[in-house]
């Protein structure tokens, strides 16, 4: 469903994205792990097409995303439906007078009928415990509550792919077991980016590692990365230290402070 082949993003010269290749099929789970700066933003940022590769290719359900794909507006619009990007800190895109508008919002602009509004926005407003707000402005809401309503702000739209920046970054615990449930029953093909390798491992099948290369250094399960200390120091995520115990030298393994 989303394929890229050895794509390259530099920034002002600033090599961010090396080389990416990978293939994600529809209804795999995704998280995509790294260290700050890896480039994991930027690599979202290419599979919503926000941006596109500067070398290599994107292919989403077959199709080739460049700027001219991206210019023809049935695509666009189709596109824009079926892939969805929740950024960092998404609040500050909440802009309606009432939580019910905000809701409503895309699915006004994509022409639907008022019924067919009506019902998805109460549907997800139920689904995310919104109901009793629907009257109130977003900004009144906690910042936990504002999270999940950007997150139904997409989830209107019925997505087919759903990417997440660092979704869990600003909520507390409660709201965090809240997400990471939904997200499991959740049948869209799902990529969630974060730096925490705790919560990797409860969201996702398949973990992916930017390295601090910039390049893909880990493909797999889990489970499977955390006992390859060689590739956990590559990303960036343990710390290596050395002293002597006597006579002998010990080699320890620190995990930095993302758990
Ligand atoms: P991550 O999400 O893993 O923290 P990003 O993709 O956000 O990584 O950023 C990777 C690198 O690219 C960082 O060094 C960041 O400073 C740089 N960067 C990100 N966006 C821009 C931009 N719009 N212009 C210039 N540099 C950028």
Not at 38 to 65: R, W
Not at 127 to 136: N, R
Not at 192 to 219: F, K, M, P
Request: hydrophobic share 40%.
């Amino acid at each position: 469903m989303i394929e890229l082949k050895d794509v390259c993003y530099s920034y002002e010269g600033e090599v961010v994205l090396k080389n990416i290749s990978i293939n994600v099929k529809e209804g795999e789970k995704v998280v995509l792990l790294g260290i700050n700066g890896s480039g994991k933003t930027t690599l979202l940022k290419v599979i919503n097409a926000l941006i596109f590769p500067q070398k290599g290719f994107y292919f989403y359900c077959g199709v080739k995303i460049d700027k001219s794909k991206m210019k023809d507006r049935d695509f666009v619009k189709s596109f824009r439906k079926d892939v969805v990007l929740l950024f960092q800190n998404p609040d500050v895109m909440l802009f309606n007078p009432t939580v019910y508008d905000e809701l409503a919002f895309s699915l006004r602009q994509l022409g639907l009928e008022d019924k067919e509004i009506k019902e998805r926005v109460l549907y997800w407003a139920d689904k995310f415990e919104l109901s009793p707000y629907l009257d109130k402005p977003p900004f009144k809401l906690s910042g936990g509550q504002k999270q999940k309503l950007c997150l139904a702000c997409l989830l209107v739209l019925e997505p087919k792919v759903l990417l997440l920046d660092e979704p869990t970054a600003n909520l507390d615990p409660k709201t965090t077991g809240w997400l990471v449930d939904f997200l499991y029953d959740l049948k869209a093909t799902t990529i969630i980016t974060t730096h925490n390798l705790s919560l990797a491992g409860e969201l996702g099948e398949r973990l992916l590692v930017l390295g601090e290369d910039h390049t893909i250094i880990y493909d797999g399960r889990v489970e499977d990365f955390l006992k390859d200390e060689e590739k956990m120091l590559k990303a960036g995520l343990l710390h290596k230290h050395k002293h002597k115990h006597g006579e002998k030298e010990h080699t320890h393994y620190h995990l930095h402070n993302y758990l």
